[in-house]
T-cell receptor, first 114, second 112 residues
């Protein structure tokens, strides 16, 4: 069974640009969450999507947005990039059936903002 | 701000010893707690989750939850060099679904 996949794996952008990151969850998984990981702040929750609806949202500015499609694939968008947005962005998926509590993380997208 | 605090370490233990990691949290309404392991350059992977006060054992790992004192701990018995990693504690803040609030992690080094 394929794991969570994220594309692209690496991105370099300049300040002011926008970026879209993609996440394909494990087949059958319906919940997708996004996290930002930096050395200074650690792993921080961005948002969770389930059935194409945002169910939970972290404490990030409105420049960070996301969506989920009917096939559970998800995209995350960051507009007007700032230097501080340089981070590893991790996507995680969860089954939401059979009492499963395990959230599987993808390999991440490394975003560098210059 | 709902906090999850961990000692950053590094915590160094000899091979075969018990490693003890602790995490405190500020939201008294928190219901579910998780321990993740993250190797350098890799994504986090779930070790255990715990919902109820007391101990939960899975192989060499034991999670302990004390809601009155607002802490959760992880014991690793018979520590191996392969256990050397960063251990992340997470608390679910979501009232439905997942909104995991992570601590900054404790770096564990198991020396042969």
């Amino acid at each position: 069974k394929a794991g969570v996949t994220q594309t692209p794996r690496y991105l370099i952008k300049t300040r002011g640009q926008q970026v879209t990151l993609s996440c394909s969850p494990i087949s059958g998984h319906r919940s997708v969450s996004w996290y930002q990981q930096t050395p200074g702040q650690g792993l921080q929750f961005l948002f969770e999507y389930f059935s194409e609806t945002q169910r939970n949202k972290g404490n990030f500015p409105g420049r960070f947005s996301g969506r989920q499609f009917s096939n559970s694939r998800s995209e995350m968008n960051v507009s007007t990039l700032e230097l501080g947005d340089s981070a590893l962005y991790l996507c995680a998926s969860r089954l939401l059936a059979g009492g499963s509590n395990e959230q599987f993380f993808g390999p991440g997208t490394r975003l560098t903002v210059l | 701000q709902k906090e999850v605090e961990q000692n950053s370490g590094p915590l160094s233990v000899p091979e075969g010893a018990i490693a003890s990691l602790k995490c405190t949290y500020s939201d008294r309404g928190s219901q579910s707690f998780f321990w993740y392991r993250q190797y350098s350059g890799k994504s986090p992977e779930l070790i255990m989750f715990i919902y109820s006060n007391g101990d939960k054992e899975d192989g060499r790992f034991t999670a302990q939850l004390n809601k009155a004192s607002q802490y959760v701990s992880l014991l690793i018995r018979d520590s191996q060099p392969s256990d050397s990693a960063t251990y992340l504690c997470a608390v679910n803040l979501g009232r439905s679904g997942y909104a995991l609030n992570f601590g900054k992690g404790t770096s564990l080094l198991v020396t042969p």
